[in-house]
């Protein structure tokens, strides 16, 4: 996996909850339905802008409530990675987990204008604007967090172990 | 150590842990419920321990889509080729934090996972328990271990009495709008005032964690906590209490004798709930009491007392909804359905439905709901144009009665 990746970036506010990525009624539709959802009523028609290797970034307490997949939405959409001044934690293993990075910078949601196209290394946990009026240093990602990323989530490495059986759906 | 520091330390093979440090812990019980059957289930080829391993049907039971139906038969098939005993179908099945109560799953100073943010509703009995993604309960299912980082806690100190009046949903409005969200915090609470908080009022607040963004959410075992567990788990358990010099984030203490009846408004409860009296007397639509929070025996016990020979007002719909199957029966021998539905109201099957707005009882556009459920965000429970107060149970049945948000002591005086 790259782990500098350039794109556009979408700021968002302070605890942004799960239900307004993935809400209830979504969750009766498949994975690619139910992206076309997210941020349905705080950013409507946000789906349609968002484009393959764009970045979402927030505020404080990113993403608290419920451990539904938030991150399947956002990868079906092309988000390359999430950055927050903070996450909440569930949220932030979910994203993890799923393979879909996540950053906390702490004061990117104030700094990075909505929309700027920005540089984010993964890995060392910096972003800048290519214009290079801002820039910010984060904690740099765990080993552990980045080899889990690394591999495409925890699930990619069960199929690989052989703990999952791949020949039904 | 804190409570949450002496479990990861022991589940860990470590003497000592300490804020920051990463730990990988052998889990003792993890949970799987039909939503994981439903949204993500390619069959493992081996499982760690079917006994360290629960099914529960609680999200969507009776299953409301195709998809949730088939959910249950991947789910069915999965407990009979893994030989996983504790299996908790429609019919004998029920919210999952409820039913993990009952069946002495959360057991003290051990550590429980499963698929579902309220997970830390089992921190009541002294586990430390959470909530985790799909991907992540997958994997603990298929290794039987997982990784924490150790984050700072938070430790209130609950002093004075709880008043009748008072319950666990109103003490954790008042700490959730008196200091906001502990994200990437754990939350411990005890101290002497805490020997007047019965079990199921801490189970509400342990469940709660969730909604200020807590990590684990844990309480000590005292007296009333081991009296629950001789009646529920029959396996000896060793207790994680904390250290006298335990290091804290913050250090709060709660007068209990002087808390009112609380209500958090719509969106959020951190920094967001004050006492009923504080705010206009808000009309309602409909009043929900129920969930993994607020459905059990003893929230049904005060609804019924509450209606109990009075009547849900004209243009109000209140839903109970029993966190399990057997609280359903024992509200039902007890009489509590007969009153919540003498007075009008809708009694429902357990299931978490109503409260995450995936089926039943969901909002229109417009409309204001009071509930004592988990969560109030924007279009949880329905339409995003819907309005979500949240209170105890008393308060709400106290809103059906009178139609608006009220000081459940006007009502019932």
Not at chain 2, 81 to 103: L, P, Y
Not at chain 2, 216 to 236: G, I, K, M, N
Not at chain 2, 257 to 267: I, N, Q
Request: charged share 20%.
């Amino acid at each position: 996996m790259e782990h500098v990746v350039e794109g556009r970036a979408w700021v968002f506010g302070d605890s942004v909850d799960t239900d307004n990525m993935y809400p209830g009624f979504a969750m009766k539709l498949p994975i690619e339905e139910a992206a076309k959802h997210v941020f349905y009523d705080l950013r409507p028609g946000w789906t349609d802008e968002v484009q393959a290797g764009d970045i979402v970034i927030a505020g404080r307490n990113f993403g608290i409530g419920s451990s539904r997949p938030v991150a399947e939405l956002f990868k079906a959409l092309g988000v390359a990675a999430l950055v927050a001044d903070e996450f909440n934690s569930l949220f932030y293993r979910n994203a993890i987990n799923f393979g879909l990075p996540a950053i906390a910078i702490p004061g990117v949601s104030a700094a990075v204008p909505d929309e700027a196209p920005v540089r984010l290394d993964i890995r060392a946990g910096t972003i800048q604007t290519l214009d290079g009026a801002v820039s910010l240093q984060g904690a740099p990602l765990p080993d552990f967090v980045w080899d889990i990323v690394a591999q495409g989530g925890v699930f990619k490495k069960l199929v690989a172990d052989g703990y999952v059986r791949t020949d039904s759906s | 150590m804190t409570m949450i520091e002496k479990i990861l330390a022991r589940a860990s093979g470590s003497d000592h842990v300490t804020v920051g440090d990463v730990v990988v812990c052998e889990v003792d019980m993890t949970v799987l419920i039909d939503l994981q059957f439903a949204m993500m289930w390619p069959p493992p080829t081996r499982i760690a321990d079917a006994d360290r391993l629960a099914v529960i049907m609680d999200h969507a039971v009776p299953a409301p889509t195709v998809s949730d139906a088939d959910g249950g038969v991947r789910a069915r098939a999965f407990v009979r080729e893994f030989g996983v005993e504790r299996f908790f179908d429609v019919g004998r099945h029920g919210i999952c934090h409820q039913v993990i109560a009952e069946n002495g799953l959360a057991r003290p100073g051990e550590i429980l996972t499963c698929t579902d943010s309220h997970t830390c509703a089992g921190g009541a009995y002294n586990t430390a328990a959470r909530g985790l993604g799909p991907a992540e309960v997958y994997s603990i299912m298929c290794t039987g271990k997982t990784w924490f980082q150790v984050a700072p806690t938070i430790r209130y100190d609950l002093v004075g009495t709880k008043p009748d009046v008072i319950s666990g949903k109103d003490i954790f409005l008042h700490v959730a709008g008196a200091y906001g969200d502990a994200t990437n915090h754990n939350l411990e609470f005890g101290g002497p005032g805490l020997a007047s908080v019965p079990m199921n009022d801490r189970r509400t607040i342990a469940t709660q964690g969730a909604e200020v963004s807590a990590d684990f959410s844990t309480f000590p075992v005292d007296e009333l906590c081991r009296d629950f567990l001789d009646a529920h788990t029959d396996r000896p358990y060793e207790p994680a209490d904390s250290d006298p010099d335990a290091t804290y984030a913050a250090r709060r203490e709660v007068d209990l004798s002087a808390l009112e009846p609380y209500v958090a408004r719509p969106g959020r409860v951190a920094d967001n709930a004050v006492p009923v009296s504080q705010i206009d007397q808000r009309k309602v639509d409909q009043c929900f009491i129920g969930s993994c929070a607020n459905g059990q025996l003893e929230d049904l016990e005060i609804a019924a007392g509450v209606l109990r020979g009075r009547k849900v007002a004209d243009g109000v719909r209140l839903i109970v909804t029993p966190a399990s199957q057997a609280v359903y029966n024992q509200a039902v021998k007890a009489g509590y359905v007969e009153a919540l539905s003498d007075a009008g109201a809708i009694v429902t099957n357990s299931t978490c439905g109503a409260c995450f707005g995936y089926h039943m009882g969901l909002l229109g556009a417009g409309e204001v709901c009071l509930t004592a459920s988990t969560r109030n965000f924007k279009g949880r429970m329905g339409s995003p144009d819907a309005e979500i107060y949240m209170a105890s149970p008393r308060t709400v049945a106290a809103a059906a009665i009178a139609g608006h948000i009220v000081d459940p002591r006007e009502v019932t005086a």
